[in-house]
Structures are given as structure tokens and as C-alpha cells.
């Protein structure tokens, strides 16, 4: 069976944004720095979208390929940006043994 990539984009156009963002992997995360500058794109130089102060929760959708920035989505103010992946902790990270 064949399908165009006309039929596949329909069918992407007409999903619901909630069904689509169910299976999106997000997770929980939270602010882990005095303050964070969230940039609009995965660079030091990229515009800056927002600020984000320690412990204000956020919304984690994943690293750049590089695994050097994260994208996330702040709760309550919806600031969307990248910040350095060592400055959010991720609800797997905080439940990960830290000890032996």
C-alpha cells in the first residue's frame, strides 16, 4: 500500500494538538540556578526569550543532537526557549540513585 506525502500531512493537519502532544516524551523539569537566561535558539548569542529563577517548574521536550541544550517551556509565564542543559533537572534526573 502506498500513501502520498499529500495524504500524511492531511492527516497530520487535522490531529488534534492534544493528541499529538500526549506522545510528545515531555516531562516535568525545574530551574536549578540562581537565574537562567532561556535563549531563543541553542546558542549563547541567540536572543533571549525569558529569565527563569531556581526552582520554577518547566516543561522539558528534549536536547539539541549535541546534547548540550535543552528545550523547554516555562510553567505559568509559557516563555519557550533553550538553556544549557546543566542549568534544569528533569523529573528522571532527580529520581536517578545518586549514591552506590
Known amino acids: 500500500m502506498t500513501v502520498g506525502i499529500t495524504s500524511v500531512v492531511a492527516v497530520l493537519v487535522s490531529w488534534p494538538v492534544s493528541a499529538m502532544a500526549a506522545g ?8 536549578n540556578a540562581d537565574a537562567v537566561v532561556i535563549r531563543q535558539g541553542p546558542s549563547k548569542n541567540a536572543g533571549k526569550a525569558g529569565i527563569g529563577y531556581r526552582d520554577q517548574q518547566c516543561r522539558f521536550h528534549g536536547y539539541t543532537r549535541d546534547v548540550v541544550w535543552a528545550h523547554i517551556t516555562m510553567k ?7 538553556v544549557d542543559r546543566g542549568l534544569i533537572s528533569t523529573a528522571k534526573e532527580e529520581l536517578a540513585p545518586t549514591g552506590p
Open 76 to 82: 505559568g509565564s509559557g516563555v519557550d526557549g533553550r
Open 24 to 31: 510528545s516524551g515531555e516531562e516535568p523539569c525545574r530551574i
